[in-house]
């Protein structure tokens, strides 16, 4: 016989706390279990979306703060909403289609397509490479290491990270490195910005129309949503084997990745505007950046900085040889995996340590205009994103490659909204250039 209690059957002698508390034990066994399968999903997102705050990423930031102040913020923030947008669709891509994206561009527009997308890629991935070796240069002279040093030692760790590493061991020592990020925010938060000016230029669109105004914001775009970060991703996900029961977990670790992005990027935007656009400074590069700061903000900014832009220049040195790897393949058909050992997988490790050994011999040249390649690198990477994500949309919308996971036309009009914020940057660069 049972006795009532509001309603809900009890037994005699047994007290509510024990009946609930299995209960109590299965909700936290769901949670660990929900959180065990997101940390084995983690890692595209995150790696690829904070390898964007690279060398080029950081300098571009550094400029817009130091010459615009808090204005153009919201551009970052525009940028940053289309990396979430691209990158959860080249994450997705990867996962049903099971391929990068240069292969799947030569599948579906054609071998000439596909050399074409492939050739513009290695070369704007390789002046990014070279831009992130240019980084840790600029990073450990600060700390009074010689770039003749440091650049080789460099190479030597990122190319032993990535033949001996295995596919595990990389992404661990890659999430680690993007944990150092995290100095940029201390720096910014150092440099006691005007937080409600910070605020308005996030939320309040303003643009001179000038032609660096517009240069700058189209390099924002670019280093943002960089091409080699959405080839990167794509293939990625496909070398991590992750399944499509996994999509939900995966956006998750793509929107975190790219809101962190957007969230460093803010705290060097910040940091310079606080102390260089209220003195008049103007940078050209990250490392400038990181000395105009410690007379203005405290020795600890300045060695913050330039932390970070070791850790960020170090994780991108790593993923740009690797995401050029990846397409390379793709595109001759002989997809190549990390965990390949370089004689199962000769042409991915071939073009890992071409891409990394160039980088390195023209960074050591002796007056060799690093600040004019990596600019150069990311008007590239603007350009090259127009076809890209063109090819990507198509894909997005092709039935018989995505089935059930196509596109929606409200989500690829938003697509073609990105896309056509790029070509109007391009045209009012191109026209204020030689028109104006």
Same mark, same amino acid.
């Given at each position: 016989?049972?006795?009532?209690?509001?309603?809900?059957?009890?037994?005699?002698?047994?007290?509510?706390?024990?009946?609930?508390?299995?209960?109590?034990?299965?909700?936290?066994?769901?949670?660990?279990?929900? $959180?065990?399968?997101? =940390?084995?999903?983690?890692?595209?997102?995150?790696?690829?979306?904070?390898?964007?705050?690279?060398? *080029?990423?950081?300098?571009?930031?550094?400029?817009?703060?130091?010459?615009?102040?808090?204005? +153009?913020?919201?551009?970052?923030?525009?940028?940053?909403?289309?990396?979430?947008?691209?990158?959860?669709?080249?994450?997705?891509?990867?996962?049903?289609?099971?391929?990068?994206?240069?292969?799947?561009?030569?599948?579906?527009?054609? =071998?000439?397509?596909?050399?074409?997308?492939?050739?513009?890629?290695?070369?704007?991935?390789?002046?990014?490479?070279?831009?992130?070796?240019?980084?840790?240069?600029?990073?450990?002279?600060?700390?009074?290491?010689?770039?003749?040093?440091?650049?080789?030692?460099?190479?030597?760790?990122?190319?032993?990270?990535?033949?001996?590493?295995?596919?595990?061991?990389?992404?661990?020592?890659?999430?680690?490195?993007?944990?150092?990020?995290?100095?940029?925010?201390?720096?910014?938060?150092?440099?006691?910005?005007?937080?409600?000016?910070?605020?308005?230029?996030?939320?309040?669109?303003?643009?001179?129309?000038?032609?660096?105004?517009?240069?700058?914001?189209? *390099?924002?775009?670019?280093?943002?949503? =960089?091409?080699?970060?959405?080839?990167?991703?794509?293939?990625?996900?496909?070398?991590?084997?992750?399944?499509?029961?996994?999509?939900?977990?995966?956006?998750?670790?793509?929107?975190?990745?790219?809101?962190?992005?957007?969230?460093?990027?803010?705290?060097?935007?910040?940091?310079?505007?606080?102390?260089?656009?209220?003195?008049?400074?103007?940078?050209?590069?990250?490392?400038?950046?990181?000395?105009?700061?410690?007379?203005?903000?405290?020795?600890?900014?300045?060695?913050?900085?330039?932390?970070?832009?070791?850790?960020?220049?170090?994780?991108?040195?790593?993923?740009?040889?690797?995401?050029?790897?990846?397409?390379?393949?793709?595109?001759?058909?002989?997809?190549? $995996? +990390?965990?390949?050992?370089?004689?199962?997988?000769?042409?991915?490790?071939?073009?890992?340590?071409?891409?990394?050994?160039?980088?390195?011999?023209?960074?050591?040249?002796?007056?060799?205009?690093?600040?004019?390649?990596?600019?150069?690198?990311?008007?590239?990477?603007?350009?090259?994103?127009?076809?890209?994500?063109?090819?990507?949309?198509?894909?997005?919308?092709?039935?018989?490659?995505?089935?059930?996971?196509?596109?929606?036309?409200?989500?690829?009009?938003?697509?073609?909204?990105?896309?056509? +914020?790029?070509?109007?940057?391009?045209?009012?660069?191109?026209? +204020?250039?030689?028109?104006?």
């Amino acid at each position: 016989m049972s006795e009532h209690n509001g309603g809900v059957a009890t037994q005699p002698g047994v007290p509510d706390a024990g009946r609930r508390g299995p209960a109590g034990l299965s909700r936290a066994r769901r949670m660990a279990v929900g $959180a065990a399968a997101l =940390a084995a999903v983690v890692g595209p997102g995150l790696i690829a979306g904070l390898s964007d705050d690279d060398a *080029a990423g950081i300098t571009t930031y550094s400029s817009l703060g130091a010459s615009y102040g808090y204005q +153009l913020l919201w551009v970052l923030g525009v940028s940053t909403v289309a990396l979430i947008l691209f990158q959860d669709l080249g994450a997705r891509i990867g996962v049903v289609t099971g391929q990068g994206l240069a292969g799947l561009i030569r599948q579906r527009y054609g =071998a000439r397509a596909g050399v074409v997308s492939i050739g513009a890629l290695v070369l704007a991935n390789l002046g990014t490479t070279c831009a992130e070796f240019a980084g840790i240069a600029a990073g450990s002279e600060i700390f009074g290491v010689s770039r003749y040093i440091a650049v080789p030692l460099a190479a030597l760790l990122v190319s032993g990270l990535v033949l001996r590493g295995g596919f595990r061991g990389v992404e661990r020592v890659l999430l680690v490195l993007s944990a150092v990020l995290a100095a940029y925010i201390g720096a910014g938060i150092l440099a006691r910005p005007d937080w409600g000016a910070a605020v308005r230029g996030s939320v309040v669109p303003a643009m001179p129309l000038t032609r660096d105004a517009i240069v700058i914001t189209t *390099a924002t775009l670019g280093t943002t949503l =960089a091409p080699w970060g959405l080839a990167f991703i794509q293939s990625y996900a496909v070398d991590k084997k992750l399944d499509r029961k996994e999509l939900g977990l995966l956006r998750i670790d793509v929107i975190t990745g790219a809101v962190l992005t957007g969230v460093i990027g803010f705290f060097v935007i910040v940091a310079c505007a606080a102390k260089m656009f209220a003195e008049g400074i103007r940078v050209t590069d990250a490392a400038s950046a990181a000395v105009a700061l410690e007379p203005l903000a405290g020795p600890i900014a300045k060695e913050l900085f330039a932390i970070g832009l070791l850790g960020a220049s170090l994780l991108a040195a790593s993923i740009l040889p690797l995401s050029t790897a990846y397409s390379v393949c793709d595109v001759a058909g002989r997809p190549a $995996a +990390l965990d390949d050992s370089p004689r199962e997988a000769p042409l991915f490790y071939v073009t890992f340590g071409v891409v990394t050994v160039v980088a390195v011999l023209l960074v050591l040249i002796p007056g060799m205009p690093l600040v004019p390649v990596l600019v150069m690198s990311q008007v590239l990477n603007a350009v090259l994103l127009l076809p890209l994500l063109f090819y990507m949309a198509g894909i997005a919308r092709d039935r018989r490659l995505m089935g059930e996971f196509v596109a929606r036309r409200g989500v690829t009009y938003v697509y073609y909204v990105v896309i056509a +914020l790029i070509v109007v940057c391009i045209a009012l660069m191109l026209g +204020l250039t030689f028109i104006g």
